[in-house]
């Protein structure tokens, strides 16, 4: 029986984490540990927290996700680590799917499993949700990065990766493609997590803006993965230079009126893009207009990310270049 502690990093999310860590302790196998790792939770979090404290560890610290995530590992003292996040709740044999590649398949550094959407949700999240299935859905056998919210790995292998700590967002995109370097990431759909999706627009919007904004400095960090991969898939990243480029080009046409009919191509190009990847999961008709509305709507909060990562990537090298300059 292999030795596993289960990470749940939390800040303000007082609504889902009760429900979290009672499905991780009704797991169908034996955990060392849980260990949760509050970040100083202003909402009542840490109020539910305490009434798990006679079974479960619980930790406040004041650091962003990848030192917190680090700090823990610092302290695991199982062969395996297992992570969710504190807006999921896990399957009774979550971990027991997770386990079970160690055993039958050689050279594997890290197992990770399947998200799907609980039901009952607001019409926004149960769309966030089978967008983001049908992507789990088409998942290769072997992956190249794995969200934290279902991911298993040998402790060993993680404390040699570690989390980058200058990367506040999209931590888990960059520690994936490090991790490759020490073993093969299986993808194990029985393992099966339900995740509640961003319930306002103004929250996915966010949510959105920021993974964008902090992958552009994973992008340039691997280079060889900006064409995406199973999560971030050729279609989605080729949407952004494509919204940017229509935007770009439709003032211009006040000038040269030709460059209207650039413009409309390249948005035309977007939209059929965007029916490609919808007709994957929803049906035709009235169905496909609310996902239409999605895409579009995401697709600005990557493009105002992408573009704010930039600059921001673009003056911190200029900063340093300037501090080089001078020692």
Partial sequence: MKGVTVLVAVKNKRDTIEACLRSILEVDYPVA????LDGYSTDGTFQVLQRFAD???????????????????????????????????VARDWLTELLRPF??????????????????????????????????????????????MNLCVKTEAARKT????????????????????????FYAPGARVWHYHRASWRAYFRQQRDQAKWAVRVACRHRGRALGDHISTRSMIAQIPLL?????????????????????????????????NIRQFASA???????????????IAWALGVTEGSILLVWSYAKGSENRGKS
């Fill in 285 to 299: 008709g009235p169905g496909l207009l609310p996902f239409l509305g999605l895409f579009a709507f995401r697709n």
């Fill in 103 to 148: 055993d039958e398949i050689n050279g594997l550094a890290a197992t990770a499993g399947y998200c799907g959407t609980p039901e009952g949700l607001s019409n926004l999240q149960t769309m966030i949700g089978l967008e983001l299935e049908n992507r789990f859905k088409r998942f290769p056998q072997y992956i190249t990065r794995a969200p934290t």
């Fill in 244 to 276: 940017l480029l229509a935007f770009a080009f439709l003032p211009l046409s006040l000038l040269e009126p030709r460059m209207l009919f650039v413009s409309s191509a390249l948005f035309l190009t977007i939209l059929g893009l965007y029916l490609n």
């Fill in 55 to 89: 079974k479960v560890e619980i930790h406040q610290l004041e650091a962003n996700l990848s030192a917190t995530f680090n700090w823990a590992l610092d302290r695991v003292q199982t062969e395996y680590v297992a992570l969710t996040d504190a807006d999921c709740v």
């Fill in 33 to 36: 540990r849980v260990m949760v």
């Fill in 162 to 185: 570690r989390f980058d700590e200058k990367q506040i967002v999209a931590v888990e995109t960059d520690f994936g493609y490090r991790l490759r370097s020490l073993g093969k990431i």
